[in-house]
């Protein structure tokens, strides 16, 4: 019996593989990856496109139209990526006292009722997973390229991306199934000298950002009358800043369906923020780096200065305030990902790891809920998604 290492595909999925980039065809229980096959098919490609992810046991078995000789589903076997869940494994995997020794599936609908809670948990089919734990499931990196035909996440990512020629559509459905690697390390971004740059520790942002607030804070009480008005212009911006916020990761990490089918914008979506729902336990790559940071930052310290353009003072105390809950949001980010937190972080921690297991759609704010019940874009309470 192949490997039970191999995973197991929902009917859905095994549909989606239909194309001469990535053609997926059953027999019964098993899933084959026969795109590497395509050109190389006596009968040409176009025929097994006919069969892209469906049942092709009728057919090769089927003398009158074509008889398939032993050494044909002996090129199968070498192309096996996985199990589909039919319902006859399905009854009886859930059945026997040890299912994995049929095959590694979910439970029937009918199993699910009597099942424990979080013994089978059924998936999202954005992101492939179904709970906040998988985000920390590791992945096998070789059999996720052999089956995905995305990322291979032992080599450098970014000319992986660059030299991919990826269109857009499959990008984005592949950057939200979160993988998660060797325990949270970091994958290889760029595999050289530039790597140690794409990293950035959590106590970083503190360390750079609150001397240079605490010096523009006290350097703005220079121009306003007194401490009063220096909080007041303060906390302003950084009430200013969780709508900032909202809208930087809705409107610019988030620009998914805007975004132009090209290389060059692919590429920079993933830098941006892609990396991050690729592998958000990604301890190093989940802050922003100060330079990225100034870059985001020098539109705002203008727009800043041109609001209250009537005092530079003033606008100095905005631009602080606002940094300051950057500071918050980066560092609130960081924990909901990698610490155990008080009661009202733990629902935002729920809320957030939400947004990336289950609806990236929706569910931009990470600091509060505020905006996105504003804007309309809060998330429901996770549902369970349907069985297979």
Not at 191 to 213: D, H, I, Q, R, Y
Not at 225 to 235: C, L
Request: charge should be negative.
């Amino acid at each position: 019996m192949p490997s039970k290492l191999l995973p197991t595909f929902l009917q859905s999925d095994i549909e989606a593989h239909a194309s001469s980039k990535s053609c997926y065809v059953t027999i019964g229980a098993k899933v084959y990856d026969i795109t590497p096959f395509l050109e190389d098919h006596p009968g040409g490609g176009d025929l097994i496109l006919e069969y892209g992810g469906k049942d092709v046991q009728e057919i090769m078995g089927d003398e009158i139209s074509h008889a398939h000789s032993e050494s044909a589903y002996d090129i199968l076997d070498e192309h096996l990526v996985g199990f589909v869940a039919t319902d006859e494994v399905l009854d009886a995997a859930t059945k026997s006292e040890q299912p994995d020794g049929i095959v590694p599936l979910p439970p029937s609908k009918e199993a699910l009722q009597g099942l424990p809670e979080g013994i089978a948990r059924p998936i999202y089919a954005n992101t492939g997973m179904a709970s906040a734990d998988d985000l920390s499931r590791e992945t096998d990196t070789a059999n996720d390229y052999r089956t995905h035909k995305f990322l291979d996440l032992d080599r450098p990512l970014l000319m992986q991306i660059w030299n991919g020629g990826f269109s857009k559509d499959f990008y984005l459905e592949q950057v939200h199934r979160p993988r998660h690697y060797k325990g949270g390390a970091s994958a290889p971004l760029f595999g050289n000298f530039l790597e140690p740059l794409s990293k950035t520790p959590w106590w970083v942002v503190p360390m750079v950002w609150l001397p240079a607030v605490t010096y523009g804070t006290n350097l703005s009480r220079v121009g306003l009358s007194g401490w009063g008005e220096v909080g007041a212009y303060w906390t302003l911006g950084l009430a200013m800043w969780t709508l900032v916020e909202y809208i930087l990761h809705r409107g610019l990490f988030h620009v998914d369906g805007y975004l132009p089918n090209n290389r060059v914008a692919i590429t920079g979506h993933f830098l941006l923020h892609g990396i991050h729902h690729y592998l958000p336990m990604d301890k190093l790559r989940l802050v922003m780096p100060p330079t990225l940071f100034i870059v985001l930052a020098s539109p705002f310290w203008q727009l800043a200065h041109f609001v209250f353009y009537y005092n530079w003072y003033a606008a100095t105390a905005v631009f602080c305030g606002a940094i300051f809950g950057y500071i918050c949001y980066d560092l609130t980010h960081y924990f909901l990902h990698h610490r155990q937190l008080p009661a009202y972080y733990r629902e935002l921690k729920k809320y957030h790891l939400q947004h990336h297991f289950a609806d990236y759609e929706n569910g931009f704010g990470v600091t509060s809920r505020f905006w996105d019940r504003v804007f309309g874009t809060e998330l429901a309470p996770p549902k369970a998604a349907k069985a297979a």
